[in-house]
């Protein structure tokens, strides 16, 4: 029999890269396989479960039999791959070789974990997948006040998104703004003014020391001194593109897994895409890099060697207090900012020496403008 297609990994970047190329190639055995439960779900919904009242079985859109059917694929759900070996085209799942045809790494990025003393630790909830935010609500199930660890964009929406959940929040983070890799600080001052105004409470500069259980909850020890009383804790302080087991294998890895244009790993038959891939030196970990490389690349496994480009992709952070959308300057870039507006209308531009937009962050109602602007953006991989 022929070797698989080999996907390791069914959330946005496997399944669609699985999808792209079953449009190409309806013949060739593909094999999926996945440490979670192989449910198709978007994560980026997971920021706003709360606020619509979803649980984890709400957020899910199909059982991996149904992908599985839809994609003439074999699916493999809570089966962790432990290691790949490239001089023989197979990976390994424990003891079990599966040999690959080619193979496409698509496992993500993990939670940033920082060490916490105290006796409550296991109380700090990483959402990084479905499980991640089913177990989180269980745990939040008639509690009241969240301590949330990172002010970066993720941080952020979840702000919003419990305190429409009915939550109370408390926000730690050792930055001096939010969104701080992200985000112009006037942009950052008017979404922060905006989940005040709901009634967040940051604490921006400290880091959580320690973390205890009273009688009637937590209380959260900040390097500063300050004792947060709570009932459970989310982090949101990073995620980690997952390079181990593939630098374990051999392969060249720096912040993400090294591919070059066309997804290619340092060694042959071996893909990588979504948020464990830098490509071309580039490790964005958002949705619309992860769909340009899953169309590129089931072409190039279809036999049609294709490079990935990437256009202008500005974000839009989901805090719906402070509509925001950004798009930072692309590395490498010099240029000046320039910001108009005030309180939570903020338009800031940034523009080279000869006038050209590099970047921009748009809040409040300055957000109508980004389709004008986006037609001016430069793109991110040319
Ligand atoms: C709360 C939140 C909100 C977000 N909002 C937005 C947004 O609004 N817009 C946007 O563009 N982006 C957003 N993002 C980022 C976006 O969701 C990610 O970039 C994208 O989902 C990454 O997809 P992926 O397939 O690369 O990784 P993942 O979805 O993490 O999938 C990794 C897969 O690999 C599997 N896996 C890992 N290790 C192994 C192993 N050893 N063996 C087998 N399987 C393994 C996992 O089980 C999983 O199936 C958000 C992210 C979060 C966490």
């Known amino acids: 029999m022929n070797a698989p297609v080999v996907i390791i990994g069914t959330g946005l970047a496997g399944y669609n890269v699985a999808r792209e190329f079953r449009k190409l190639d309806s013949e060739t055995p593909l094999l999926l396989i996945t440490a979670d439960d192989g449910r198709s779900y978007s994560k980026p919904m997971l920021s706003t479960g709360f606020g619509k009242n979803k649980e984890a079985d709400g957020l899910s859109m199909a059982e991996p039999g149904a992908m599985a059917e839809q994609l003439k694929a074999e699916v493999r759900t809570h089966t962790r791959v432990s290691g ?21 790494l698509a496992w993500g990025a993990e939670t940033v974990r920082v060490p916490v003393e105290g006796d409550a630790a296991e109380l700090i909830f990483p959402i990084n997948d479905l499980e991640d935010y ?41 930055c001096e703004q939010v969104m701080p890799t992200l985000l112009h600080p006037a942009a950052a001052a008017a979404v922060q003014a905006g989940l005040e105004g709901l009634g967040a409470r940051f604490h921006l500069g400290p880091v959580l020391n320690r973390l205890q259980r009273t009688a009637d909850g937590l209380e959260a020890h900040l390097s ?45 038959n071996i893909y990588a895409l979504g948020d464990c891939a830098e490509v ?12 340009s490389c899953a169309r590129a ?12 480009s990437y256009g202008p992709m500005p974000v839009t952070v ?42 921009y962050a748009l809040t409040g109602s300055a957000v109508m403008e980004k389709l004008a602007l986006n037609k001016e953006l430069p793109p991110l991989l040319a």
Not at 297 to 308: E, R
């Open 84 to 104: 790949i070996d490239p001089g023989h085209k197979r990976l390994w799942i424990g003891e079990e070789a599966v040999a690959y045809r080619d193979l496409i």
């Open 134 to 174: 089913a177990r989180f609500r269980a745990a939040a199930a008639g509690k009241r006040r969240v301590l949330l660890l990172g002010a970066g964009l993720i941080g952020c929406e979840f702000a919003n998104d419990l305190i429409l959940g009915g939550y109370e929040i408390d926000l730690v983070a050792p």
């Open 224 to 268: 500063d001194g300050e004792v947060i009383p709570c009932d459970l804790v989310v982090s949101a302080i990073g995620l980690r593109p997952r390079v181990d087991l593939a630098a374990a294998a051999g392969l060249q890895t720096n912040r993400g897994i090294m591919v070059d244009r066309h997804l290619k790993t340092s060694h042959a």
């Open 280 to 291: 071309d030196g580039l490790n964005l970990l958002y949705v619309m890099p992860l769909m």
């Open 297 to 308: 690349l089931a072409q190039t496994l279809a036999g049609n060697a294709t490079a990935v």
């Open 318 to 359: 989901k805090t719906p207090v402070c509509p925001l959308v950004v798009s930072p300057p692309p590395r490498g870039t010099e240029g000046v900012w320039n910001v108009e507006g005030q309180g939570a209308d903020i338009k800031a531009l940034c523009r080279d020496a000869s006038g050209r937009l590099l970047g």
